[in-house]
């Protein structure tokens, strides 16, 4: 079993910035991936963010491409999505993700932190 643990989150104001953190623990010696998907009231969980644990760069929804940036700590299990010039379409709750290796699904899931962007 892989559990994951998220951290940041928070209210902030069109044009700022805010860091979330995530970390796998357990099982995790066959990770394929982690990243980040969100869901704001009344729409669908949609993809922001994912990573690779075997290289090939990271990859990003159109939206956030430019603004948004997904880092791995030290080849470890924690996993940052630093967020620039946040936007009110930005508000959201945001979930850390985790693919396992021979996966094409994702799971486990974090339990979501929120985002609020003001105008």
């Known amino acids: 079993q892989v559990q994951l643990e998220e951290s940041g989150g928070g209210l902030v104001q069109a044009g700022d910035s805010l860091r979330l953190s995530c970390t796998a623990s357990?099982?995790?010696?066959?990770?394929?991936?982690m990243g980040w998907f969100r869901q704001a009231p009344g729409k669908e969980r949609e993809f922001v963010a994912g990573?690779?644990?075997?290289?090939?760069?990271?990859s990003y929804a159109d939206s956030v491409t430019g603004r948004f940036t997904i880092s791995r700590h030290n080849a470890g299990n924690t996993v940052y999505l630093q967020m620039n010039s946040l936007k009110p379409e930005d508000t959201a709750i945001y979930y850390c993700?985790?693919?396992?290796?021979?996966?094409?699904?994702?799971?486990?899931w974090g339990q979501g932190t929120q985002v609020t962007v003001s105008s």
């Open positions: 993700a985790y693919k396992g290796l021979g996966r094409s699904d994702w799971g486990p």
């Open positions: 357990g099982r995790t010696f066959r990770t394929a991936a």
């Open positions: 990573l690779r644990w075997s290289g090939g760069g990271p």
